[in-house]
């Protein structure tokens, strides 16, 4: 059974930094594209990073870009979204997510279970 399942998030004052893992099990992830996505409580999720399978495409959303990274080591199956200069509005709950092809508005068709970073101010 495919699985992902997120990791690190917490909670971090403003300005801070937190790095997010998301390690897939139950079969290979490394020919998927992944991406992070968050949801905020009354608002809708969106994807803030993908990431193409071979890491050579990346896409950020506009909110997030300049201060988040994603990366991956297919060798570990492993996705990371490295966040820096944290804003308030960055608390939401983070889930990762594997799909066909990187974007911010793909399909995906497996998700992880979510990790809540909270910012504060």
């Known amino acids: 059974q495919a699985q992902l399942v997120e990791s690190g998030g917490g909670l971090v004052q403003a300005g801070g930094s937190l790095r997010l893992s998301c390690a897939a099990s139950?079969?290979?992830?490394?020919?998927?594209?992944m991406g992070w996505f968050r949801q905020a409580p009354g608002k809708e999720r969106e994807c803030v990073a993908s990431?193409?399978?071979?890491?050579?495409?990346?896409v950020y959303a506009d909110s997030v870009k300049g201060r988040f990274t994603i990366s991956r080591d297919n060798a570990k199956n492993t996705v990371y979204l490295q966040m820096n200069s944290l804003k308030p509005e960055d608390t939401a709950v983070y889930y990762c997510?594997?799909?066909?092809?990187?974007?911010?508005?793909?399909?995906?068709?497996?998700w992880g279970q979510g990790t809540q970073v909270t910012v504060s101010s």
């Open positions: 997510a594997a799909g066909g092809a990187a974007g911010l508005h793909t399909t995906y068709h497996y």
């Open positions: 139950g079969r290979t992830f490394s020919t998927y594209a």
């Open positions: 990431i193409s399978w071979t890491g050579g495409i990346r």
